[in-house]
T-cell receptor
Framework: GENVEQHPSTLSVQEGDSAVIKCTYS??????FPWYKQELGKRPQLIID?????GEKKDQRIAVTLNKTAKHFSLHITETQPEDSAVYFC???????????FGPGTRLSVLP | DAMVIQNPRYQVTQFGKPVTLSCSQT?????MYWYQQKSSQAPKLLFH???????NEADTPDNFQSRRPNTSFCFLDIRSPGLGDAAMYLC????????????????FGPGTRLLVL
């Protein structure tokens, strides 16, 4: 089955700097990769996703890149702000009927 | 305009006393999931319904059951809660078109935090 690894497990950056979180997956048939942000005590919220027919996607300060050959995808946050502090989860999924497999999460702290 | 609703938001139960958590959705999604999430960990899938078809994860304890009486509602029953079952329980939904090219987003409810005394 699918296995998703995520690094680093914790990340501290200064406000205004960039943050990068990387995930690797094992199943080459996976074709959908969402990223979730979860603040303390709240639900995971989708912040960006990418499908396997696209190499990069950007939404304001957030971008995701996908390397299908290497089976990894990364979340990039630029100009970080204190409100970006949260736990970020990546996930991967194959075709319909398959489950989302989550990475273990990255705790991002943005220091003012 | 809440899309995935969970009730209650907080549930306190006693060791061994059955408890039911509920989830409803206004998205008309055909897939509903139940996850268990413990502190600082990723959500762990317990089971999901694909339409009416129930799919149990291999490592989900028998203590956990689920019901989906219609498209909008799904329930999680914990028959005999133990201390180790204290966690956040997240319901999620997605729409599966049956195709291989379009993958739909998974939406989470706010969660029910279960405390076992």
């Amino acid at each position: 089955g699918e296995n998703v690894e995520q690094h680093p497990s914790t990340l501290s950056v200064q406000e205004g700097d960039s943050a990068v979180i990387k995930c690797t997956y094992s199943d080459s048939a996976s074709n959908y990769f969402p990223w979730y942000k979860q603040e303390l005590g709240k639900r995971p919220q989708l912040i960006i996703d990418i499908r396997s027919n696209v190499g990069e996607k950007k939404d304001q300060r957030i971008a995701v890149t996908l390397n299908k050959t290497a089976k990894h995808f990364s979340l990039h946050i630029t100009e970080t702000q204190p409100e970006d502090s949260a736990v970020y989860f990546c996930a991967a999924r194959r075709n319909y009927g398959q489950n989302f497999v989550f990475g273990p999460g990255t705790r991002l702290s943005v220091l003012p | 305009d809440a899309m995935v609703i969970q009730n209650p938001r907080y549930q306190v139960t006693q060791f061994g006393k059955p408890v039911t958590l509920s989830c409803s959705q206004t998205l008309n999604h055909n897939v509903m999931y139940w996850y268990q999430q413990k502190s600082s960990q990723a959500p762990k899938l317990l089971f999901h319904y694909y339409d009416k078809d129930f799919n149990n994860e291999a490592d989900t304890p028998d203590n956990f059951q689920s019901r989906r009486p219609n498209t909008s509602f799904c329930f999680l029953d914990i028959r005999s809660p133990g201390l180790g079952d204290a966690a956040m329980y997240l319901c999620a939904t997605s729409r599966d078109t049956g195709g291989t090219t379009i993958q739909e987003t998974q939406y989470f409810g706010p969660g029910t935090r279960l405390l076992v005394l």
